[in-house]
């Protein structure tokens, strides 16, 4: 809970939760010099904020060649990159488990071999989210974290994450239902699962 409490707490600087939001819209590495400039900051400043969200545990630090890197002594050595952190953070006050709850939920449901009922339901939930023209809004609101990828669109971030390890069948299945739902006639969801990203995309209905 205290670690949790300071991650969210070092968002609090404006700068710092400039270059954590850049950094995790893009779903790769970045370097120091391309999130300083995003965040209209000097690299070496952008490196001290985001070493500092790398000790916050928000951040993950690697090192990789850059197509960038300037010529000269030092150009090809490895660069720091970051990358949004895995280790998902909340806070609660007072604490509160709901992800306990779910998943002992989601068990009962597989063990009654109530799957469908649970699906149908997630669709149900779904459609009442929806609002015809603003499914890409309504995605972002719910923390999904949609992007376009060519004539696709794509979901960085799966809400469900926590639940989905567990019972990934049921929860995947739920969560393309209740995407579909709430997408209603302007796309079509499917089961694309990647890594680090939510199992569903979407591809946009050509009349909408």
């Given at each position: 809970m205290n670690d949790d409490l300071d991650a969210v707490a070092a968002l609090h600087d404006p700068v710092r939760r400039a270059l954590y939001e850049f950094v995790a819209a893009q779903g790769r590495p970045v370097g120091r010099e391309e999130a300083g400039q995003a965040a209209g900051i000097s690299r070496t400043l952008a490196a001290f904020h985001l070493d500092k969200l790398a000790e916050a545990g928000l951040l993950e630090i690697d090192f990789m060649r850059l197509t960038d890197a300037k010529p000269g002594p030092g150009g090809g050595r490895p660069a720091k990159v970051y990358r949004r952190a895995r280790t998902a953070r909340k806070v609660t006050l007072p604490e509160r488990d709901y992800e306990q709850l779910a998943g002992l939920l989601a068990e009962v449901v597989h063990d009654l071999d109530a799957d469908d009922r649970a699906i149908a339901a997630a669709g149900a939930a779904g459609r009442r989210l929806h609002q015809p023209g603003a499914w890409h809004q309504t995605l972002r609101d719910r923390g999904y974290e949609p992007y376009a990828d060519g004539d696709r669109v794509r979901l960085r971030n799966c809400p469900f994450h926590q639940v989905a390890r567990d019972q990934p069948l049921l929860v995947c299945a739920m969560n393309l239902a209740l995407c579909q739902g709430l997408?209603?006639?302007?796309?079509?969801?499917?089961?694309?699962?990647?890594?680090?990203?939510?199992?569903?995309?979407?591809?946009?209905?050509?009349?909408?």
């Open positions: 997408a209603g006639a302007d796309a079509t969801a499917e089961l694309d699962p990647r890594p680090d990203e939510c199992c569903v995309s979407f591809s946009k209905n050509k009349n909408c």
